[in-house]
């Protein structure tokens, strides 16, 4: 009986070929899209799982009350993995600490290479449970060791055994491979680790962080923390929250640090805080997609019911006779279901080419490297009922609703699908452009708030800017290497930096001034530069005067910028005074508020002062009269004249800056390939329905005709009922996108508005498509010769 089922469907859709490919088309798009949507949240669920310890590992993170705010950072002291182990040891399996992942001139040889990687205490290989391809995950126990990722110890070694061979590290330490683990994939968080040194290591490199005064207070490590089999992650978190409250001093105690575990299963989807509380974070995108799948794939199956209810007054006589022999209803319906799950089968086959199609592009908008999960049983177990439930959901409503027809009226000629039969037909095409045209506005809205951020003023000339580390012998030589830049004509101008101007690298608390509340704590991004940083940047003097070398008291003296002056709150900046760990410091400048951080939000209260020991970054202004690759090919040259044993590393702050806008592009670019798609399938099934009417009233144009109908007067009565549907759409598009566009809009403190004219754009645009769409099977239907039509039966 089912083999009778399958054939008879087969039969139909091969009878119907147009309406056919019109439904196995718009159903494989929509699965094509549900199923890269899948694929991407697959990925993004699956972030860190790489990791056997998932569940248990953390990182020690702090909320600390900053100018009267509570901000949460990952940063911690040096001391706090040690403290963590000796005061809670039974909680923990590891608590392990580690430098911020960093670039160094890895050399062997002859043989340089600039990589990431970290410094780590050595149980670090067991706590990721690294993969190793050599050595043991013990590797790192000494001092002088080193363990390579594969692809680093390929390109230094190729097919020959690196085990015992020496590296130098920054042309300062010598240190030997231990061990070579697989790279990481590209979904952890440790993915540009591509290679790890002791700890101990960078405590012997780094004298200075067990000398510093006041090692509670720096936080410039992070520390990772793997919890003990037995222990809950929420009530160590609680144990361990006044460790470092416990250790600081009275100054430092203003703070309010309270410290704990952020699980790794939240460092992805969960990564944002507001006011010491997690906010979510990419999680909001995970689910917007999700949703946006589902309605995609809805409205592929709309196409489907909508397409095949039309046609019910044709197949009214097949479902008469099939009842008048003794069909009963529950075979009609498993037939019509049948040609359903046929179709969604066919679709789910066509969707897979799609999908292999389409995850190049993808990959790249998404930053991705996706594939489609060939050798997984749940890959093919989910897309094969996925499949099935597609064919039910678009073949139940047309299987009941084509049983339901009584033989009796049926054969006797007199049943009719009467006007009411096309009201659900038009509900589901209002509800299919509703959600296009949402997707349009939602997708316009997203890159003007883009735009909008972009253009906001940053306080000084990014173009032609780059950025370099600093080693000693560039440091030891700066004013000369910079002297001889200049001559070259490759720069106009060199300055020194603790932080590019596109991130804070520093910030310092311990600040001071004549009417500031005792108990507030403060916290200001703190740049230590040279005297030409603003003739370098270009930054734009709104008070004062710059730094100057005529001057030499300008060592004692701080630039702010207008966020500082105004949270201070000096009415009279230049000239005031502001104390910095009990020294005095003395405002000589106020500068227009420089977009270090999020171009979304507010501007933090920076200052600026004269420190060349700690600036370990040079700023170049590339000449605008040469090639940026002449230009840096001639700053390479000199660079290594004077540092052969290092590589030359920059980076572009234009580059830097776009990085930024990177999440939000990526979302409005995979937005509107989604809101295109979404198009084209509602577009695909109001051409189906077109040609059906068009087909339906054949007779009722070729009358028209010969009674004088124009060409154009057929055209509008074919094409006024689908523009109607769509204004409809509009009208319910327009207050939903506000709505959810407004929320969205909410979370950034420096938005763009929601203009009229986007949703008039929209409306314009959807009529426009609808008209596009429907004209071609209504003119054709207008121009065709009238006499065929009255004969035809």
Known sequence: MYRSYLKIAFRNLLKNKASTLINIGGLAVGMAVAMLIGLWIWDELSYDRYHANYEQIAQVMQHQTFN???????????????????????DFKYVLQSSWNGNHTLAYQDKKLLKPGNYFEPEVAEMLSLNMLQGTRDGLKEPYTIMLSASVA?????????????????????VKVTGVYEDLPLNSTFRDMTFILPWKLYLISNPWVEEMEGPWGSNFTQTFAQIADH????????KIKNVKLNKVDKEEARYKPVVFLHPMSQWHLYEEFKNGKNIGGRIQTVWLFGIIGLFVLLLACINFMNLSTARSEKRAKEVGIRKSIGSLRTQLITQFLSESLLVAIFAFVFSIVLVLLMLPFFNEVADKKMSILWSNPLFWTIGIVFSLLTGLIAGTYPAFYLSSFQPLKVLKGTFRVGRWASVPRKVLVVMQFTVSITLIIGTVIVFRQIEFAKNRPIGYERDGLVYSGITEPIHAHFD???????????????????SPTTEVWNTNGGFNWEGKDPNLGVDFPNNA?????GKTVGWKIKAGRDFSREFASDTSAFILNEAAVKFIGFKEPIGSILEWNDQPYRVIGVVEDLIVQSP??????????????????AILKINPELSPKDAL??????????????????????????????????TGKLATFFAILAIFISCLGLFGLASFVAEQRTKEIGVRKVLGATILSVWGLLSKEFVALVLLSCVLAIPLSYYYLHAWLQQFEYRTTISWWIFVAAVVGALLITLLTVSYQA????????VKSLRSE
Not at 231 to 238: E, F, H, I, T
């Open 633 to 666: 090919g001639k700053i390479e040259t000199i660079f290594a004249k004077n540092d052969p044993a290092s590589v030359f590393n920059f980076q572009f702050i234009d580059e830097e800056y776009a990085q930024k806008f990177g999440d939000e592009v990526r």
């Open 68 to 90: 009267g705010e509570v901000g949460t950072q990952v940063s911690n002291p040096a001391l706090m993995g040690g403290e963590i182990r000796d005061k809670y040891g039974s």
């Open 480 to 498: 000369a290497i910079s002297h001889e830049l200049k001559s070259s004509g490759a720069i106009v101008a060199m300055t020194g930096s603790g």
């Open 779 to 786: 003119i054709r239907a207008a121009a065709a010769n009238p």
């Open 231 to 238: 222990a809950d992650m929420a009530a160590v978190s609680a």
């Open 600 to 617: 979304y939000q507010p501007v933090r209260p920076s200052l600026f002062h004269i420190e060349t020991d700690q600036s370990n970054l």
């Open 529 to 533: 530069v040279t005297h030409d940083y």
């Open 154 to 174: 390929k390109a230094f070694f190729g097919d020959a055994d690196p085990m015992g061979k020496m590296f130098k590290v920054d042309n300062q330490a010598d």
